[in-house]
């Protein structure tokens, strides 16, 4: 069943359940009203005939009969009876022959007690009074069938029933209409996102003016839509970048290897040869490398963390890049040194971390002028903040915004060494670790890198 029908049901199944019960209580008060109604007829008519009877002083009841009698279309199948105490019965009058009321001595004791007492007589409805006037005491009992009440209730109970029914078959359209209305943003979403194929991500969804669920759904999309579409040209970039460097060291090996088979060559020959080989080798062997560190890094699923000391990964850091590079210099400076060592304690990866300072350590000693880099560590109670700074090369402010992209290398460096991945391979190693990087660059305070990370106390 297709939502539009679920949603007529439903609506049409509310308006019903709202309809039976306002019906009902309709017809409840209708029917105690009508009831309260006729009780008071057959209070007022026992107690004007209780007047009349009482004014009589010779037992000629001619006058009450002919009363009685003559107000048959007040009360429909009317009995009258008057009992007197001690004495018996006095008096008894009936529309219909044979149909008396009789008065049974509880009958009788309840309407003494109460003064007034409504009861049920052979179907009819019927009151007793303790009447007292002058110096005659009686029971007068009057019963009669509303029939005017029982029709007027019938009639009512037919009307409530056809209008449930017309009711709930208008609810149910009105249901299918505001349903289709409800439906018809959401199919026409749905056919504007089945346009959308990793080949069209230009295709948006269009806004209505009102600021409403749906369009909040829409605005939801489209973000998502630019999320994907930088995404994949990311990935497109990146292959298409990748696929170049890797065929550059590759087109170089196969060209020497052709050139050196042509003919025969000596033995320095064949050493330059090999040399040169072995060396665009060692760069294929460092960007792909450096190629699947970034794929390793790209879901957090994928990597162990552990409670990691930062300050002993920098220091390790530190000794490699000096011991492996020659000339070298890292220069590391703690601004204060906290005793609760959870201070300086992150959750992460220690190969990850050590991997994500060494690049920008060492890009500081490449791109410095005197091969020095400068570090600054910060602790704040819910993070570590690391500075590093070199006085090398200022970069502009438009390649700021480019340099944590795969392969891009300024104009200023394209003489260094390197594949412009670093950065990159940088940066997703501190989003998996809920850490950020910025750069700033001016000719007075040179290129400073700062790194915040969270300490396990944030994570508390």
């Known amino acids: 069943m297709s939502i539009k029908y679920k949603i007529a049901f ?53 006058v009450l009969r002919r009363l009685d009698a003559a107000a048959v279309a007040s009360l429909y199948n009317k009995s009258v009876t008057i009992a007197g105490f001690g004495d018996g019965k006095e008096y ?20 003494t007690s109460a003064d007034e007492y409504f009861f049920t007589y052979q179907k009819k409805k019927a009151v007793a009074l303790h009447y007292t006037g002058g110096d ?3 029971i007068i009992a009057v019963a009669a069938s509303d029939i005017d009440g029982q029709e007027y209730l019938q009639q009512l109970k037919k009307i409530l029933l056809i209008a449930a029914v017309m009711a709930v078959m208008l609810s149910f359209y009105a249901g299918v209409v505001f349903a289709k209305n409800l439906i ?12 959308i194929t990793s080949n069209n991500f ?21 973000s998502l839509l630019d999320r994907l579409q930088d995404s994949f040209a990311i990935q497109r970039r990146f292959i298409s970048n990748a696929s170049h460097e890797l065929s550059t060291p590759l087109t170089s090996v196969s060209a020497q290897l052709e050139v050196a088979l042509q003919k025969p060559r000596t033995q320095g020959e064949y050493q330059a040869v090999l040399e040169s080989v ?30 990691v000391r930062l300050d002993e990964v920098l220091m390790k850091v530190i000794s490699d890049v000096q011991k492996q590079t020659e000339g070298y210099k890292v220069a590391l400076n703690f601004e204060t040194l906290p005793d609760d ?24 000693c490449k791109y410095s002028d005197n091969k020095e880099s400068a570090i600054s560590v910060l602790f704040d109670k819910k993070a570590i903040v690391i500075n590093v700074t070199n006085s090398g090369d200022i970069i502009a402010e438009a390649d700021i915004q480019n340099i944590f992209q795969p392969f891009f290398r300024a104009e200023n460096v394209q003489q ?7 950065l990159t391979l940088t940066k997703r190693i501190l989003f998996l670790h809920k850490g950020s990087i910025a750069v700033e660059s001016n000719l007075e305070k040179g290129t400073i890198f700062t790194i915040e990370l969270p300490n396990i106390l944030a994570k508390i």
């Open 278 to 307: 072995y060396e665009d080798i060692k760069a294929l062997h460092l960007l792909t490398r450096s190629l699947l560190d970034i794929a390793k890094t790209g879901s957090q699923g994928s990597i162990d963390l552990n409670e």
């Open 184 to 195: 018809n943003p959401i199919k026409r979403i749905t056919g504007e996102v089945n346009l």
């Open 341 to 364: 060592e959870q201070l300086f304690t992150v959750f992460g990866n220690s190969n990850l971390l050590y991997i994500a300072f060494k690049n920008i350590i060492e890009n500081g």
């Open 10 to 62: 439903l609506f049409s199944g509310l308006v019903t359940i709202i309809l039976a019960i306002v019906s009902l209580a309709v017809f409840f008060f209708s029917a105690r009203e009508r009831d309260n109604a006729f009780k008071k007829r057959l209070k007022n008519r026992a107690l004007s005939t209780a007047k009349v009877y009482s004014d009589i002083n010779d037992n000629n009841y001619g």
């Open 92 to 111: 008894m009058f009936s529309d219909t022959a044979g149909d008396s009321l009789y008065l049974s001595p509880d009958i009788i004791e309840q309407a």
């Open 416 to 422: 260094k060494p390197g594949f412009g991945l670093g």
């Open 136 to 138: 005659k005491k009686f």
């Open 202 to 222: 230009s295709q948006r969804i269009k806004i209505n003016k009102a600021k409403d669920e749906l369009t909040k759904l829409a605005l939801t999309f489209n």
